[in-house]
């Protein structure tokens, strides 16, 4: 397989998830401001849509969208329980994560790295990341991780985000139960492998 990512980009959840995964892949990288592969090839060619990440598979068919990419890695190891069985409630309630960190974070971010965004509308996206993550806080109380007690493919992409508030200004600092969460994961071998690979961490 090939994963396609940029770094710090969203990308580093599915990188993440591969790590923890133990399947043998590629990680290409695709320049989010030229979208050039480092060979000079148009990343447009790969992935119309132009962002990452993009999952080329063995059999040459390609996935995007990385709450998708995530949950279809982890059920190529169901053995390692990166995701529950599908049809199970707690599956679903991993999905709910995904689907609420792609709604209310991740796209809340989006504006804050836009330079033509007005600082004044920039102020009100900023407010409205930390009332959700204050709502975060709120759920990981008690919790090691956003399901209970093992992780899940959602806190690797908890994880991406949350990371993203430090470069653009979202104040996250008092919330303790989002901090100790964002340590945990700084822990993970596969987090600071995937870190590694990308050029964010020495």
């Known amino acids: 397989m090939k994963l396609y990512y940029s770094p710090v980009a969203c990308s580093l959840s599915p990188h993440i998830v ?4 133990g399947l043998p892949f590629e990680a290409v990288l695709a320049s989010t401001k030229t979208h050039k592969l480092q060979d000079g090839t148009d990343y447009y060619t790969i992935n119309p849509k132009g962002y990452v990440p993009l999952l080329e598979l063995d059999n040459g068919e390609r996935l995007t969208e990385g ?4 949950q ?4 190529q190891v169901p053995e390692r329980g990166l995701i529950p069985p599908a049809g199970s ?8 994560w995904l689907n609420f960190i792609t709604s ?7 504006p804050l790295f836009n330079p033509a965004m007005p600082e004044e509308a920039k102020a009100l996206f900023r407010a ?11 759920q990981l109380a008690g ?16 994880f991406t985000v949350a990371n993203w508030s ?19 994961m700084r822990q993970r071998p596969a987090v600071q492998e995937a870190m590694k690979a990308e050029g964010l961490l020495k």
Do not use: C
Request: net charge negative.
């Open 18 to 21: 591969l790590k923890e995964s």
């Open 67 to 70: 709450p998708v990419i995530v």
């Open 72 to 75: 279809y890695i982890a059920d």
């Open 89 to 96: 409630l707690a599956r679903y309630r991993v999905q709910e």
């Open 104 to 110: 209310e974070l991740h796209k809340g971010f989006s």
């Open 128 to 138: 409205k990341l930390v009332e959700r993550f204050t709502w975060v806080d709120g």
């Open 143 to 158: 919790k090691s991780y956003l399901t209970g007690e093992s992780f899940s493919v959602a806190d690797a992409y908890l």
């Open 166 to 184: 430090q470069f653009v200004g979202v104040d996250i600092g008092g919330l303790a139960n989002l901090g100790g969460f964002m340590e945990r």
